[in-house]
């Protein structure tokens, strides 16, 4: 049964959306990451800010601040 070019349509929607999330997680746990490893305990301030951000630019950006940081201080 070939499938309506409709479902399709919608199919590959969900596909990129999956995708997308899924970067978003990886790069948001990445940020954690780094954040432990450089500064050990992080302050719920800093980790709600983060659930706050959904799109993945604006973690990448979050991400090169927190490389760029010398203390916790920069970040918040």
């Known amino acids: ?4 070019p ?3 349509r919608v199919m590959q929607r969900g596909i990129e959306q999956g995708i997308e999330q899924g970067a978003t997680r990886a790069t ?7 954040l432990r490893h ?13 659930t706050e951000l959904r ?3 604006q973690l990448e950006a979050f991400f090169e ?3 760029n940081a010398e203390t916790l201080d920069d970040i918040q």
């Open 28 to 34: 948001r746990e990445a940020v954690l990451k780094l």
């Open 1 to 4: 049964m070939q499938e309506s």
């Open 6 to 8: 409709f479902y399709q």
């Open 38 to 50: 450089r500064f050990g305990e992080v302050p719920e301030s800093i980790t709600s800010h983060m």
């Open 65 to 67: 601040k927190v490389m």
């Open 55 to 57: 799109h993945i630019s």
